[in-house]
């Protein structure tokens, strides 16, 4: 239905504005400049500076020891859960975190983690409450808890800072490690004004993506203690993971973090504007938190789910999630102009849906 070609995707003459996700983005120009003169040098014996400054400069950045560069937030989360677990450990997490839901059950299949989820508030935070409830006593019927695993921003929404530091605090009564997925750390640390130091400072590890709204093509960091990090790196090499010349990989990060990050903040107010435009339309269920980022998401019933799809489509415009919940992520090929003509496509799409499906909206 649309073209892509190696620039962006056109349909009828018009740019395709993609709202899947903050992943579809395209290196922009200054960042292949910065691929292509990046020196590089074999990355498992040490010798790549690229990378070597890349992960100095991440683990200065969330105020860690160390830092080890890898292809994928999953494989960095990975990593996290089984350097934290041995086999048969625990890990307490939320229901809807991507640890739980979107990594295959990496840490269970392949690392004999067992995963205990708990339901997440409307937020997507968890209280320390309920983590306290799922640390085991020691007892042999028990798995040993040794990880708690939080999520910053989740679905797009900051998490509460102050309920992340009780749950250290029980975190650390209760002697279990404390894993950040910070995927999208920055857009937190923009959106609430504080330090990525700073909101990672109650954890002992963190993932951060160099892929998600800063717009590198691949590539996550994950930081904590030197010595966890040295642990880290041997799981990397023993999942496959090592990597050779990969400072023009990480020659993205550099550059992303040093071109994109105060950026996010307009990705935030497209949100916003995105939300208030899709507010103005009779029916449709938009949600757009006072904790949001650069997430929009809006409820249709399930039957509705795909003819909207795919006549936003038609009028260029993409959107992602799962039925019956519609995700719309702002990011760096968005611009505002592009919110503008999101908001009309939305508005002939749900208009063309025909009267009989929009009444049965949940709204
Ligand atoms: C995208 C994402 C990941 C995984 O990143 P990939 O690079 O897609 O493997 C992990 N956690 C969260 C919250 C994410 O959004």
Known sequence: MYQTSTAQATLHGNRVIDLRSDTVTRPTPGMRKAMAEAEVGDDVFGDDPTVKAL???????????????????????????????ARGEEI?????????????GGASALGGAILTPLPLDGNGGLTPEQVVE???????HLPVTRLVSLENTWNGRVQDQRAIERIAAVARANSLALHLDGARLMNAAVASGQSPAALAAPFDTVSLCLSKGLGAPIGSVLSGPADFVRRARRNRKMIGGGMRQVGVLAACGLFALDHHVERLAD??????????????????????????????????????????????????????????????VTHLDVDEGDISRVVEAFGDAWQ???????????A
Do not use: W
């Open 55 to 85: 992960e100095e400069r991440v683990a200065a950045l969330v105020g860690k020891e160390a830092a080890v560069f890898v292809p994928s937030g999953t494989q960095s989360n990975f990593l996290a859960l089984i350097t934290h677990c």
């Open 267 to 328: 990705d935030h107010a497209h949100a916003r504007a995105l939300a208030d435009g899709l507010c103005g339309i009779p029916d449709l269920d938009v949600d757009y938190p006072d904790s949001g980022t650069n997430m929009v998401f809006l409820t249709v019933r399930p039957e509705q789910f795909l003819p909207l799809r795919d006549a936003l489509a038609a009028r260029g415009v993409l959107i992602g999630g799962r039925s019956p919940l519609i995700r719309l």
């Open 352 to 362: 063309a849906l025909g009267d009989d499906l929009r009444q049965r909206s949940v």
């Open 134 to 140: 799922a640390v085991k006593d020691d007892d042999p």
């Open 92 to 104: 307490v997490t939320g229901r809807d975190y991507h640890v739980n839901k979107y990594e295959a």
